[in-house]
Every structure is written in structure tokens, then in C-alpha cells.
């Protein structure tokens, strides 16, 4: 039996224990001691695995952000010199792809220097267009004989600096002063700064090809192209490594032997490769993407901004949310080039201008005069105060109208005069102007209600309304996004701008000439 003292003996010696523990610095704090001897078995080892599972998986992500952080190469996005704001991973994005043609460095493989070397020329040129909703996706080819202005660049490596120039081919701006230099080129065509770029090697698409298992590609006749390597039977095939380089590059084996025919098989190997891999899940299969991700850094060159591997992941994460019927490919509409008619193409207007102006409005391309947003209503106006007398104004029906010509189309304005002059308007005669993008209807103040009316029966919205002390009357200046028929629409782009989705599984033609 234990007695009193006994109890006292031993409540002491456990309050000694609990200050002393309580003493150590180096021991946390106890709130149960003596009540329990230890966690059972069992709760240790799962503590253990737990923690041993823990400090494993940070350290796994550790090392793959490291590695594929020391696996890509970076380079300025702009070689203007001016800072260039980095958008949000999660904003409305433009990427431009890129493929270069130099043989110097790893590229030895594929030719020699004499062939192409520095920087190389943009084999490839391809802007990828990534809406902020994640439900669709652009992708805008770019032929590389396509001839632009370049804007002044300077050579990030030597401090050269190359003046602008005009009727250039869009291809030579990376030779003159990297991959930024191609970016402002770029930006500059589309009337919009491009967010980022990549820069693939050939090494990239050999690689990449081997690691995601092959990817099918179809021709109408059998190709065996000496130039480029490439041997295909007629029908499916799958390529992988040189052939699938040899794919991509061919020119004179596909269509008319052009670039722009090679353009179609970029396109259709692109979007075969994304049915791909999205039926086999790889964007959402880390280990299958980290794998996808070490091949391509490897053999890419980025900006600053997509120097993160936490960006590249999240970039393809929004990919894999889009629909591929949703994936246009789309190619800048073009006409032989004045300045060198038989080698190189130009811009064809108003259609190409019509196209960047859908870009940068976010359409869906794939369906772009399908449904709108509807117009928010009009403001009520504040009513007159009782008593107060309206004040007089011109008569609205008496504006004299006129009509500026700035779609590059002979013979607009006239068009456009006898459809106003049928709707009661004083239409005044027709005057030449500048080539702008977008159809504006300017005003003086005492005319804006004849401003309305005028907007209204052309289907102009209100938006595009403007005061200006330098008219008398109202002015509609036509823009080249409103060069033909007399209903105004948002968007006019020809039915087949879009070659394909990356949905639909086409086959290239084979030259036959």
C-alpha cells in the first residue's frame, strides 16, 4: 500500500524533472511528461517515412528547377534597348517560335558555317497566340521570304548597331542582331509588343520528336527528296529524329516547292503532335512533361522571362485546357512582293492588316464572325429641368458628310457616297487619305447627333465616334478593316483563313512539277 509520503516523494520528483526539462534551451517544451513514456511504434516509423517522403520530393523539385534552369540558354527579348514590361504567366499571351538555320556550335551536324552561321537566319518563324480565358489558341505562321521594315537593332554580344531599314526579308533580322531583333521586327508588324520568344536549334526538333514517341504525318504521293533527306511512302507515316527535321524543312518535295508550301507541313506536323500529346496525357503527366522539358531546354534559347521552369510549366498547363478544335493555324495572307516578285512575298491588304487587328482584339478565328457580346445600353440622358427652354440647334438632317479613303482600295469613297447619298444625307465629294487600321467617324460638336445617325446606317459602333474642331459636318474616314460592302462588321477576314485546327488530321500535297 502506498502511503501519503510516498505520493509526496513522487509528485517532488516529477516536478523537478518538468523544471529541469523546462531549463534545457535546446529541449521543447513538454506538456505531458510523466504521463506518457513515448509515441508506439508505429506512430514513429510513419512520422519517419513521412518526413523522408517530404525531404525527398522538395528535393526532387529542387533538382529539376535547377537543372532545367541550367539547361536553357537566355538572350534579350528586344535588341531596341528599351525595357520591355514581362507580362503574367496567366495573362493573354504571344509567344514567337522560332527555328534558326546556323550549323555553328552543336548545329555542325547539319551542314557547315559557310551554310549559315552566327545567329543564323529564322528557318522558322511562328507566333503563338494564347487567349487569357485558356479557350483558344492562334497560331500565326510567319513565311520567312516575307519582306518587312526592320526596326533599328543593336547586337546585344557586340554593341553593333544595325540602322532600320525597309524591304528586308523578315528571316534576316535575327542574323543582323540576335533573336530580339526578330522580335521587334515582329512587333512591329503586328502592331503589338510579342511577350516572349523561343528559339529552337535543330538538335530541338530531333530530339524532341524522339522523346515524344514519333509523330504521324501524311503526303498524297510518295516524296524521296535528296536535298533535305526526307523519304516518305504515300499515306500515314510516323517520323522521328532527322526525318522529322527533314519534314519540317523540306521545301522542294511539297505544293508548288515554296516556302509557303512548306509552311503547310509545320502546320500539320504541329498539330499532329498535339493530338498526340494530349491523348497520351502528357501535359498533365509531370514525370512525361519534365522529361519533354529537359529535351527542349536543352537545345532552346529564351527570354529572361521564360527563363523560369515554373513558366514554361505553367504554359503548358493553359495548353492543355484548350480545345484543339480551338487551335488555329493561320498564315499571314501575302501576294508576290513588288520589290523581287519571283523569290520574295509581301503583306497582302487589306486582308493582312485585317488579321492583325483580329489577333489583337482576342477573336476566335476559328469562328470569327460568330456571336458577340451585346453592346452595353445607352446612358439615359439627364432630363431637362421643367421650365428651362431647349436650346435651339442646326438642323441634324443639313450636316454635309464626307468620305476620306484610307483602305488603299481605288474607288471607296465613291462606293460609299452613293450608299449614304440613298440614305438622305448631304454627301460632299470624296477625298483622298492616309492608309489607316481602323474606321473612325469624326465630328463637329454641333453635328454629333448627324454623327450617330451616320454610324448607325453603316453599322459603325459608337466607340469609333470622335469630336474634332478640324471638321465641318461629319467625316467618315474608311480604314482598311472596312474596304468593301457598306455594313461595317468587327472583324473581316476571308472564310479560309484558317489552314487547319489542330483537331483535324490533313495530308500534304507532294510536289509533282
Known sequence: MTTPSQVKRRADAQRRKARAHASDSQVPGARHLGLRRGMPLWM???????????????????????????NVSKAPLSASGKEVP?????????????????????NGAWGSVDQSGGYGNSDV?????????NQRVSVLSIPRDLVVSIPQCTDPKTGKVYPAHDNAQVNSAMSEAGPGCSVDTVSKLLGEQIDHFMLADFNAVT????????????????????????????????????QALAFLRNRHGVGDGSDISRIKSQQQFLASMARKVRSDG??????????????????LTVDDGLAD????????????????????????????????PAAWVQPKEPEASQLFKALRDGVDLTNPNGPKPSASASPTPTPTPTGTPTPAGPDQSQAPVTVANGTGVPGRSAELNTFLQAKGFLVQAAIPGDSVDQTIVYYSSQ??????????????????????????GVQVYVGTDFASGTAYQTVQLPSDIVGQTAAQSTCQTAYTG
Not at 509523330?215 to 533535305?228: G, T
Open 44 to 70: 514513429k516509423i510513419t512520422a519517419g517515412t513521412l518526413s523522408v517522403v517530404l525531404v525527398a520530393s522538395l528535393g526532387f523539385a529542387g533538382y529539376w528547377y535547377f537543372r532545367l534552369q541550367g
Open 86 to 106: 514581362v507580362s503574367k504567366p496567366t495573362d493573354r499571351m504571344q509567344i514567337l517560335i522560332m527555328g534558326t538555320d546556323t550549323r555553328a556550335g552543336k
Open 125 to 133: 518563324m511562328m507566333v503563338m497566340d494564347i487567349s487569357a480565358d
Open 207 to 242: 530530339e524532341l520528336s524522339k522523346q515524344v514517341g514519333g509523330v504521324e504525318v501524311c503526303v498524297n504521293a510518295a516524296i524521296d527528296d535528296p536535298d533535305s533527306g526526307l523519304k516518305l511512302p504515300a499515306g500515314k507515316s510516323m517520323v522521328e529524329g532527322a
Open 282 to 299: 502528357t501535359l498533365t503527366d509531370v514525370p512525361k512533361l519534365l522529361g519533354i522539358a529537359d529535351t527542349v531546354t536543352k537545345n
Open 309 to 340: 521552369p515554373q513558366t514554361l510549366i505553367t504554359i503548358a498547363q493553359r495548353l492543355a485546357k484548350v480545345d484543339l478544335s480551338k487551335v488555329a493555324f493561320v498564315t499571314v495572307p501575302w501576294e508576290p512582293a513588288v520589290v523581287n
Open 447 to 472: 453635328y454629333q447627333g448627324a454623327a450617330k445617325k451616320v454610324a448607325a446606317d453603316l453599322g459603325i459602333p459608337l466607340t469609333q465616334l470622335k469630336p474634332s474642331p478640324d471638321i465641318l
